[in-house]
T-cell receptor, first 117, second 115 residues
Framework: QQQVKQSPQSLIVQKGGISIINCAYE??????FPWYQQFPGKGPALLIA?????SEKKEGRFTISFNKSAKQFSLHIMDSQPGDSATYFC????????????????FGKGTKLSVIP | NAGVTQTPKFQVLKTGQSMTLQCAQD?????MYWYRQDPGMGLRLIYY???????DKGEVPNGYNVSRLNKREFSLRLESAAPSQTSVYFC??????????????FGQGTRLTVV
């Protein structure tokens, strides 16, 4: 049972274009929504994150849009560059089962972004 | 800054063999996680540990055991490896103080092949 659904699986964008990746969730217990970026041969690294009481967060060329009522959130990459070519994962956090401080971090299946010159 | 260190980086096992994947973090984080990454499947949580002495199952715990040896170290053991456990395994840690502090730091991964 996939708790965080991510689309598209792959995305090709021209340099300077806008890359858009979408995610949806069902579990209302999720309370934080980070995006991770992964380059080949490396571990994922946090890119940007948003709390559910905020509808939009922008950091440089990266923006998260969050729609709590629709249980959807998306990553927009403006002025996409070849260096942005990577796999992007949306994720969601909810409290785990071991009391205070216990949080599960659940990932979507990832989107492989290729930015072509 | 070492961050999260995983050993080994690569491993080939025969079906039925056992091995332990090691993970250590030097950031004084409370929570640690083990994920496996398979093509088209994203990162799936195997086990996690909120603090020393506690462990919880994730999405795909079958065939694995974990030990939170101390605050720094969280190991993943395959008792009898199967080809279905061929994957890239990632260890991660996070401060664990609450959802607003959710950045997880990942190791470089262990690429495991079971033949």
């Amino acid at each position: 049972q996939q708790q965080v659904k991510q689309s598209p699986q792959s995305l090709i964008v021209q340099k300077g274009g806008i890359s858009i990746i979408n995610c949806a969730y069902e579990n209302t217990a999720f309370d934080y929504f980070p995006w991770y970026q992964q380059f080949p041969g490396k571990g994922p690294a946090l890119l940007i994150a948003i709390r559910p009481d905020v509808s939009e967060k922008k950091e440089g060329r990266f923006t998260i849009s969050f729609n709590k009522s629709a249980k959807q959130f998306s990553l927009h990459i403006m002025d996409s560059q070849p260096g942005d070519s990577a796999t992007y994962f949306c994720a969601a956090t909810r409290r785990g089962y071991s009391g205070a401080g216990s949080y599960q971090l659940t990932f979507g299946k990832g989107t492989k972004l290729s930015v072509i010159p | 800054n070492a961050g999260v260190t995983q050993t080994p980086k690569f491993q080939v096992l025969k079906t039925g063999q056992s091995m332990t994947l090691q993970c250590a973090q030097d950031m004084n984080h409370n929570s640690m996680y083990w994920y496996r990454q398979d093509p088209g499947m994203g990162l799936r949580l195997i086990y996690y540990s909120a603090s020393e002495g506690t462990t919880d199952k994730g999405e795909v715990p079958n065939g694995y055991n974990v030990s939170r040896l101390n605050k720094r170290e969280f190991s993943l053991r395959l008792e009898s490896a199967a080809p279905s456990q061929t994957s890239v395994y990632f260890c991660a840690s996070r401060p664990g103080q609450g959802p607003s502090n959710t950045e997880a730091f990942f190791g470089q991964g262990t690429r495991l092949t079971v033949v």
